[in-house]
């Protein structure tokens, strides 16, 4: 019940602190959010947006992966596409590219990251969600089932970690920035990589945890003995991006998986501008999980 208050009072805090698609620009009943050039759907009982990027390399005849990127806490689809910038790797990798749009919680959009709980803020089944968008998409373009892909910043990093958990039979690999992994775990079927980027002066969610949050370190970790991978690190340093950046690779994992974190040096709670080896944000996070199908490395 404490960590549940605690956590309760991470979203008010940070609201505080954040202050081929139909064309039509929609607003959902509460005003929370507005995204243009959305695709909708009925899920639940309730009306459901993302943005979908169908890059112009895509031409039908084979299979391409999906990637799923979910905005933080009070944030919307259209927003987070521009901050979170991956259409230009669609572009030259040939995936398709979703940005959800979470529902909304007293004027703020959300992510539920657990199956049911105290560490969800509301009733909105967003699995469910998350699951008739794959539905929906595959129905329309040639997708690789085995190449379903997720990843987010903040809130939308723990819904990265909730489908890990939840929804590993369609997802093959996971990406949180800034984010945290609730309490709450699945049944996870198969090995999972992970990659997790966070900077040590997040002052939303601590890189070394508490207020109810999990450590960076203690997330690994349970990667780490998940996976089954080498429990020593590779450790490699990059300054050359404006701040110092330690990327710590656990290998040969089942499936010859791997857990991977970008250590970003007195990095704040952001989808970080700076890059590692000429890597921004963006191109670490595809270049981790594109690696891999859900049977492990490809």
Known sequence: MIQARKKALFFAILLITLGSCKNAETNNSESCYLNSNVKTLVHDGLNREYLCYIPSSYDGTSAVPLMLNFHGFGGSASDYMQEADMRSLAESETFILVYPQGSCLDGSSHWNACSNGGDNKSDADDFGFIESIINEISSQYNINMERIYAAGYSNGGMMAYGLANYKSDLIAAVASVSGAMLDCTGATNHPMPVVHLHGTSDAVIPYNGGNGWNSVQSTLDYWINFNNTNISP??????????????????????????????YIGGDHVWFNSTFQDQNTSALVWNFVSRYDINGLR
Do not use: C
């Open 234 to 263: 590779t450790i490699t340093v990059d300054n050359s991006g404006g701040i110092t950046i330690e990327h710590y690779v656990y290998d040969q994992g089942d499936g010859l998986v791997s857990v991977e974190h970008y250590k």
